[in-house]
């Protein structure tokens, strides 16, 4: 079983817990944010912690009045920024809904409770951690070793749906190149 279906599963099976079951829908509020809405702005401290029930969310840095996209999430996937939710310090990024998006909001506060609480959260919460640690080392050495048609190329096969879900230049400027250079690419393929 790998590390995204073991998640899978240990969520389903927490969820059986009538106790934690209850203690999760006490403290989640259900959340809908219209496309072009932003669910955290960069320099404001992140307070909660964002499930995607349905829709699609993109994370960038703004400076110099350009945006550069950092990452993606879709349905099932957490969407909150580690060090501001941790720190409690203002957040580096944005992160704005791609699309009509309903998400299940959870505050950091209630989370720690959570996950004192009962070890099957605390146990999600390494799992997801530690996935998101590897994701950023995968992410860091692409960047760093693959060329631009490598990149894209790993994004087709890992997220085919993206394509369909997110435009195309938020997906140029996640793979670090321009519109231009990635329609070049498109062609080629």
């Known amino acids: 079983m790998d590390q995204e279906e073991e998640i899978k599963q240990l969520v389903l099976d927490a969820f059986q817990d009538e106790a934690l079951y209850d203690a999760y829908v006490k403290v989640a509020e259900e959340k809908v944010f219209k496309k072009g809405e932003l669910l955290i702005e960069q320099g404001r401290v992140c307070r909660f912690c964002y499930f995607i029930i349905k829709g699609a969310v993109r994370s960038y840095y703004a400076k110099d009045d350009k945006e550069i996209t950092t990452s993606f999430c879709f349905e099932e996937d957490p969407v909150f920024s580690l060090e501001s939710v941790t720190r409690q310090t203002p957040c580096p990024e944005s992160f704005e ?34 996935a998101y640690a590897i994701w950023l080392e995968e992410r860091l050495h692409s960047l760093q070793f693959n060329t631009a048609k490598e990149r894209y190329q790993s994004l087709l096969q890992k997220y085919p749906y993206m394509i369909q879900r997110v435009q195309l230049r938020y997906i140029a400027s996640y793979l670090g190149i321009t519109l231009e250079t990635l329609s070049r690419i498109r062609a080629q393929l």
Do not use: H, K, M
């Open 97 to 130: 809904a791609l699309e009509d998006t309903v998400i299940e909001a959870v505050s950091f506060n209630d989370l720690l409770v959570l996950r004192q609480q009962f070890p099957a959260i605390e146990r999600l919460w390494l799992l997801g951690v530690e």
